[in-house]
């Protein structure tokens, strides 16, 4: 497909457990963004990669949270020791070098519920 | 204090009615980008418009446009002749130069359209 391609769409995990969240960017697109969106919220940045490397890490709420990018195309953003406080959609984004005017290219997000 | 507000959590419009969203934002950084998206219920953001601290001229993007007032920091998004596609979330996003190239986004407006 042309678009940004996250999986699964769905997740649920009991409490303690790790996940991972899987993001295929949009081909050549060598900027990649992740985020956190809580029900009736605004998406959050968490983090940011320029083809392999992590340039921005600073919304990753916690040490639990984990994300590579290791040849510069496919994301996971991993999670340990899920908490109830996990549970949101986490959005990945996609786009060519990123400048201030640059569009960003989302795709559906991963939704994921901890119980 | 918030970067982006938009003050209204929910709008109703009937069909080919004009409406408009409401957002303001805050940043002591000359050079920043505003962008709105879209949010329909399946979950992906949809790039909409984008408007740029030093364009003289508001932005305009088919049935959309942005009301942009700097001294007043605020980024209207209008649409124009409503349509019942156009029922979704929205939000206002902001990237400032300084700050990198994370878009920092606002709560959302949920817009309703009727026939």
């Known amino acids: 497909g042309a678009g940004v391609s996250q999986s699964p769409r769905y997740k649920v995990a009991k409490r303690g457990q790790d996940v991972a969240l899987r993001c295929d960017p949009i081909s050549g697109h060598v900027s990649l963004f992740w985020y956190q969106q809580a029900l009736g919220q605004g998406p959050e940045f968490l983090t940011y990669?320029?083809?392999?490397?992590?340039?921005?890490k600073s919304g990753l709420p916690s040490d639990r949270f984990f994300a590579e990018r290791p040849e510069g195309s496919v994301s996971t953003l991993k999670i340990q020791r899920t908490q109830q406080e996990d549970s949101a959609v986490y959005l990945c984004?996609?786009?060519?070098?990123?400048?201030?005017?640059?569009?960003?290219?989302f795709g559906q997000g991963t939704r994921l519920t901890v119980v | 204090a918030q970067k982006i507000t938009q003050t209204q959590p929910g709008m109703f419009v009937q069909e080919k009615e004009a409406v408009t969203l409401d957002c303001t934002y805050d940043?002591?950084?000359?050079?920043?980008?505003l962008f709105w998206y879209k949010q329909p219920s399946s979950g992906e953001m949809i790039f909409l418009i984008y408007q740029g601290s030093y364009d003289q001229q508001n932005a305009t993007e088919g049935r959309y446009s942005l009301n942009f007032q700097k001294a007043r920091k605020s980024a209207n998004l209008v649409i124009s002749a409503s349509q019942l596609g156009d029922s979704a979330m929205y939000f206002c996003?902001?990237?400032?130069?300084?700050?990198?190239?994370?878009?920092?986004f606002g709560k959302g407006t949920t817009l309703s359209v009727s026939s």
């Open positions: 984004a996609s786009s060519l070098p990123a400048a201030m005017n640059t569009e960003a290219f």
């Open positions: 940043t002591s950084d000359p050079s920043y980008g």
């Open positions: 996003a902001m990237r400032e130069n300084q700050a990198g190239t994370a878009l920092i």
């Open positions: 990669f320029q083809n392999e490397a992590q340039l921005d």
